[in-house]
């Protein structure tokens, strides 16, 4: 790279950080950590109606949730009005824009006509034939007014990073609007102002906006401003093959993290999403992506978001943590569940680490873990049905109350003892360990599957342990004293 590179990305506020938008933000982010340049911020808030500071925030929050920081802004596009009217007026001054007074209800209807006759439609440009009386009537009526790029009649042609070379005829394009009657510019005359003054080496976007692209050009090359480079970024589409959007839940980044996913592997899965790191790496560490990273590598066509993928990587991030750090981002699924107040967090952390050890593996996402731990905390817990439908009969109960004693008798309650117990009773009795294993660990956590029997019962207790064997045994005689 010979300049330093300078990206940035342009949200413009919906109150909805797209999974899309995250997408371009990471490989701006990215490509800007790769090459050591900056990340730029720049919020296209002009659409003055629809922005507000909490739509804002969305879209900070977000970035700051998937660890992504920005080197200058976040700059707002509505307080640089006065440096778009600069542009503006050096276009109209030099006859390569000018005023436009027809009603835009009245075009829109021209246009839809015409479509339904099956008829191209484009703006005449009647507004640049007006006679200089004519204008001069239309503005002492006070006419609303917007002005219009005068596109010149050539090819555009660019090299696009990852769709190569891209042409497209100018007379295909319009004279579109660049500012509208209140003084407000449009997207793409706005986009080429700020490109150019924040010096963007680099406009890396997604692919939506391509056809932007032309009519960007083309103003640069009016303004006789140097041109950025450009990469336009696959599309997200979802598993029904559309683009990813909001009815497909899975387009809002931050439902990710109330739904337990930890950034890192958003951020990794994301960073996959178009992008490849030219071998069969997949779970990755942030800096190696940032190491990894080019756009050569971006893919042109469309990305499938997976979620189940998505869920599997996760499942690899909470796996690789410690058991203290994953108790650390369990503290709100815990508290959320009720299971300890914070207070308690804090004095039990021991307990915790050994919960988060033991159950680890068995997590997607945080949150399951109210489903995978809750036995720890509570004890009044849900059986599973098919459990009950197994071990709820009067063999199991009569063999758990024959186990009951030697559980008694245990002195020194760890997993080894446990499990030395456990084995002897089998061997006397001349059964299979894992008989008394299934009802024991049913009884105790409600479940037919889980970490170590003899870990668990280690981590609960003896006496929560014998209390709950004791439960279980008796909710079944009672239930059998009712039916006599
Ligand atoms: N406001 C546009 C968007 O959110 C930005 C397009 C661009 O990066 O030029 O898609």
Not at 291 to 301: A, C, E, G, I, Q
Not at 350 to 370: A, H, M, P, S
Request: net charge negative; glycine share 6%; with cysteine.
């Amino acid at each position: 790279m010979t300049k330093d590179v300078r990206v940035r990305i342009a949200p413009s506020p919906t109150g909805f950080f797209h999974v899309g938008s995250a997408r371009t933000a990471l490989y701006n982010w990215l490509f800007a950590r790769h090459h050591g340049g900056k990340f730029i911020l720049r919020v296209e808030d002009t659409d003055v109606v629809r922005s507000s500071e909490e739509m804002i925030s969305v879209i900070l929050d977000g970035l700051k949730w998937l660890g992504i920081d920005w080197d200058e802004g976040p700059f707002f596009q509505s307080k640089r009005v006065q440096i778009y009217e600069k542009y503006v007026k050096s276009l109209l001054d030099a006859g390569k824009a000018y005023y436009c007074y027809c009603d835009s209800e009245d075009l829109e209807r021209e246009k839809q006509a015409a479509y339904k006759r099956k008829e191209d439609w484009q703006y005449d440009r009647r507004c640049l034939r007006l006679s200089p009386g004519e204008r001069a009537e239309k503005e002492k009526q006070g006419r609303p007014k917007v002005v219009r790029f005068l596109v010149p009649d050539e090819q555009v042609s660019y090299y696009d990073i990852v769709h190569h070379e891209i042409k497209r005829e100018a007379r295909d394009i319009e004279d579109l609007v660049i500012m509208r009657s209140n003084g407000i510019p449009t997207y793409n005359l706005a986009c080429v102002v700020d490109d150019y003054e924040m010096s963007i080496t680099h406009v890396i976007r997604a692919v939506d906006h391509i056809t932007n692209t032309p009519k960007q050009i083309l103003l640069y090359n009016a303004l006789g401003l140097a041109l950025p480079e450009f990469a336009h970024l696959p599309l997200i589409l979802g598993d029904d093959k559309s683009k990813l959007s909001k009815r497909h839940g899975a387009a809002s980044l931050m439902s990710y993290g109330e739904r337990g996913y930890i950034p890192g592997a958003v951020l990794n899965y994301l960073a996959l999403l178009g992008w490849s790191p030219g071998d069969d790496r997949e779970v990755m560490t942030t800096d190696d992506i940032i190491k990894s990273f080019s756009l050569d590598r971006v893919n042109p066509s469309n990305a499938i978001f997976d979620e189940q993928k998505l869920e599997w990587m996760n499942g690899q991030y909470i796996y690789a943590l410690s058991d203290d750090e994953l108790c650390e981002h369990l503290r709100p699924v815990i508290l959320e569940s009720g299971f300890l107040n914070a207070d308690e967090i804090a004095e039990k952390s021991e307990y915790l680490t050994k919960i988060c050890g033991l159950v680890k593996k068995r997590l997607k996402t945080l949150v399951d873990f109210t489903e995978a731990a809750g036995y720890f905390f509570i004890d009044d817990f849900e059986f599973e049905k098919e459990g009950l439908n197994k071990h709820y009969n009067s063999e199991t109960i009569t063999l758990l109350n024959h186990f009951l004693p030697c559980l008694e008798k245990i002195e020194r309650y760890t997993a080894q003892e446990i499990e030395d117990g456990v084995r002897d009773f089998a061997n006397n009795n001349k059964i299979k360990a894992r008989q008394v294993i299934h009802p024991l660990r049913f009884s105790i956590t409600g479940k037919q599957g889980g970490p170590g029997l003899f870990e668990i019962m280690e981590t609960i207790g003896k006496e929560k342990c014998l209390m709950r064997v004791r439960r279980f045994i008796d909710g079944f005689k009672g239930q059998e004293e009712k039916k006599k």
